[in-house]
């Protein structure tokens, strides 16, 4: 076993990679079934790709922090077996790796003290912490000697590996925050008291698609006490996190249930019972910042660098397009950290880029040089530089818009007029899972689906505002949904108001706040409308390819997250109908909102009123006062409505099930409990079905099946074909065969296993 330079690697890892291997070959050989091999690789850092049979495995990489001999190793693998990128929560992501190759993958990491294990599923996830950790003239102490304490002692445990959700750490130098430890689970600011160092702990934080800023837990604690605390926290999350809704499991839910003072209640509990767990034994040297604040960059020769709180050092910046590096880049940047850092080693950021530190001031020309030889200019800036994206839809299967493809349309748009992005900073996330961290963001989007005239358009919802500081965190907030085309034009534009406008050097989430809300609602307004499919069909399609946008390739219930836009549209329709007074649309919008998850897609106001009445009245999801009459509506009655629509869906869940707490909570599936014989094949015409209504129509149909029969379908081509047997195959059911039918059209018969 190798040692890594900051923490020790399990003792058990080589016979966990063995096993892996095992389950490998049963995997491709036929003898593990899909969904317990996932159940299984996940937690081991290896998700599936968009494309069906291609893989990514996420590297943890604690506190950002690898040595140069692992970067070169990281390269050597890149270029072996897939290619790199860097992510919003410091780790290396190898894509496109062949599942068959990922053992070997793995030893060879374990060879160089890395690992996957814990880089996915319900884990404890890679620890992060400032990048400026151990440099940064603010902090208070070098903190990321604790991030590797911590991830040292949790990756060894057996119950780090299955949580009722992931679990993440984050740890800052200052109150900056530059690791985000007040958005996450678990979160610790460091803090001086009487000469000792120690931190401000929160908890409860988290972005998501419910994003929450974490509670203040305690003012300081000892930071000999890190190690136990996080051990605590993880054993309180094991034993009172909700591990049978995925949408309510992480942590900071179990904050909401039980509210901040249980929760320290409960914790100190844990910290009572805790036997063998170690103080955290690192020598911290304490400073006196006179202020806490993201250090400033500055600029020699095109080089933009950060100086350190060492005399003569600096750290220089090194700008990765969206974090995707070419691996003969990554190993020439990783040489040049070997003969010129002396720390030889290279540092992730959460804005994905790289920091290469300890560099004497006066090799910066040479360093300049040294690096002149890459494929990527990583030290010219350019509005690219200013944004941060996830994979979204180019890879994930839960993504819904190409986000990087946004971001480069954006950029070049940018660049193209000339725009200073100075202040600017924009995160993109391709679904509402906040990978590219949108909720933390000034200026932050994420993916969407608009639907116009029965046709789905990206979009993204565009979120402002978000500031973390010594003055307190705020999550950004939503201002409205634009198509993904008029993206470029609306970022312009709000460059443009914000640099004309601000007073001074007032940075955006002070010039968002001092604005207000309704202005920059009202500047999304002016780029909301969609043309006519006929009129500029670009709309239509994602920035970055030619095809119709679709939902395509998602897994398993995801094709579920671009029905959640749909309903929510139908729900703002309802919401300002009912402002304005127009009680008959807001009517007509909050009984169509839902019905889309029962695979009802109408505009005619009688059908919507009578599935209505079938699949919501007439199974108690909604009460008997609300099948009324459209001419005998009145105001009260329609608030209540839309106000039980909003509140069945805040409880719908990604298989499309309704999930309520009070007396209403059945949900009932058309014709559930039907009499159907097992091993009965049953057809089903959805030609002329688009996405993703093909998926849901199947999906409730085949639910009316027992365990064992098949349910065959036939589909148009293109994306509906890809789009059901992959969502399908991913929730685990069987794809028995899928058949070419010659005129344009599938056969796709589903085997019912779970």
Not at 25 to 52: H, M
Not at 238 to 262: I, P, Y
Not at 336 to 360: M, P
Not at 604 to 617: H, L, N, R, S, T
Request: aromatic share 8%.
């Amino acid at each position: 076993m190798s040692k890594s330079k900051f923490y020790e690697l399990p003792g058990n890892l080589a016979e966990d990679i063995d096993a892996h291997e095992s389950d490998v070959k049963r995997f491709l050989s036929g003898d593990l079934a899909p969904g317990i091999f996932k159940a299984r690789r996940v937690p081991r850092g290896i998700y599936e790709q968009r494309k069906d049979g291609t893989y990514m495995m996420r590297v943890r990489v604690a506190g950002g922090m690898f040595t140069a001999e692992q970067g070169r190793k990281l390269a050597d693998i890149g270029e072996q077996y897939g290619n790199l990128h860097v992510t919003t929560r410091q780790d290396v992501q190898i894509h496109n790796v062949d599942i068959a190759d990922s053992p070997e993958l793995m030893r060879q990491l374990m060879s160089v003290g890395l690992t996957s294990k814990g880089g996915g599923g319900n884990t404890v996830r890679n620890v992060a912490a400032c990048p400026f950790a151990g440099i940064c003239p603010s902090e208070v102490f070098d903190v990321a000697p604790y991030a590797y304490a911590v991830t040292e002692y949790l990756i060894t445990l057996e119950g780090s590996y299955n949580l009722p959700r992931k679990y993440k750490i984050a740890f800052s130098g200052c109150g900056a925050d530059c690791a985000l430890a007040r958005i996450n689970d678990l979160g610790f600011i460091a803090k001086e008291k009487d000469g000792r160092p120690g931190f401000e702990m929160y908890g409860g934080g988290g972005m998501g698609a419910v994003s929450r800023p974490g509670d203040l837990l305690e003012d300081w604690i000892s930071a000999d006490d890190v190690v136990k605390i996080s051990e605590a926290m993880r054993r309180l999350f094991d034993r009172t996190g909700d591990r049978h809704n995925r949408s309510k499991a992480r942590l900071r839910f179990v904050f909401e249930r039980l509210g901040v003072e249980a929760v320290k209640d409960e914790l100190q509990k844990e910290l009572d019972g805790l036997d063998g767990v170690p103080e955290c034994a690192v020598e911290s040297v304490i400073r006196s910042p006179e202020k806490a604040t993201v250090p400033d960059e500055f600029s020699e020769g095109g080089v933009s660098f950060f100086k350190q709180h060492q005399d003569g050092f600096v750290a220089i910046r090194l700008r990765l397009p969206m974090g995707f590096i070419s691996c003969a880049d990554f190993r020439l940047i990783a040489d040049v950290a070997e003969k010129y850092s002396e720390e030889k080693s290279l540092v992730t950021t959460r804005g994905q880029d790289l920091l290469l530190r300890f560099i004497n001031e006066g090799d910066i020309g040479e360093v300049a040089q040294a690096l002149s030889g890459l494929s990527v200019n990583v030290l010219k800036p350019g509005a690219l530089d200013h944004f941060v994206a996830c994979a979204g839809a180019s890879t994930c299967r839960l993504g819904l818009c190409l986000a990087r493809g946004a971001a480069r349309a954006s950029a070049e748009h940018l660049d193209e007029v000339g725009r200073d992005m100075d202040g600017v900073d924009i995160n993109i996330s391709g679904c509402p899972n906040a990978c590219g961290q949108h909720p933390a963001a000034s200026v932050g989007f994420f993916g969407a689906a608009m639907r116009e005239a029965k046709r789905l358009v990206p979009a993204y919802r565009v979120v402002l505002g978000a500031k973390n500081d010594e003055d307190g965190v705020r999550l950004s907030e939503s201002v409205g949904m634009l198509p993904a085309r008029a993206m470029p034009a609306f970022i312009d534009e709000l460059t443009e108001d914000y640099h004309s406008g601000r007073d001074n050097d007032e940075g955006f989430s002070a010039y968002y706040e001092r604005r207000g809300k309704e202005y920059f609602a009202e500047m999304v307004v002016r780029h909301k409308d969609v043309p006519a499919y006929e009129e500029n069909s670009d709309y239509y399609k994602d920035w970055g390819v030619d095809e119709d946008f679709s939902l395509a390739g998602r897994g398993a219930g995801e094709c579920g997250a671009g029905v959640f836009e749909v309903v929510s549209d139908d729900i703002a329709a309802a919401k300002k109908a009912l402002e304005s007074g127009d009680l008959d649309k807001a009517f007509l919008c909050s009984i169509r909102a839902l019905l889309i998850t029962r695979g009802v897609d109408s505009s005619d106001p009688g059908e919507i009123q009578k599935a209505f009445e079938e699949y919501f009245v007439g199974t108690g999801l909604v009460g008997d006062e609300y099948a009324v009459a459209r001419d005998d509506l009145q105001k009260g009655n329609v608030t209540g409505l839309l106000d039980r629509v909003e509140l069945l869906y805040s409880s719908l869940d990604a298989n499309l099930k309704f999930n309520l707490s009070d007396d209403k909570k059945v949900d009932v599936s058309p014709d559930e409990g039907a009499d159907v014989a097992v091993g009965k094949v049953e057809e089903y015409d959805l030609k002329g079905v688009g996405c993703p209504m093909n998926f849901v129509k199947a999906k409730l149909k085949l639910e009316m099946l027992a365990i064992g029969d098949t349910l065959r379908v036939t589909l148009d081509d293109g994306a509906p074909v890809q789009n059901v047997p992959a969502s399908f195959k991913s929730e685990g059911q069987e794809i028995v065969e899928t058949v070419d039918l010659g005129d344009g059209h599938w056969r796709v018969s589903v085997r019912k296993i779970c």
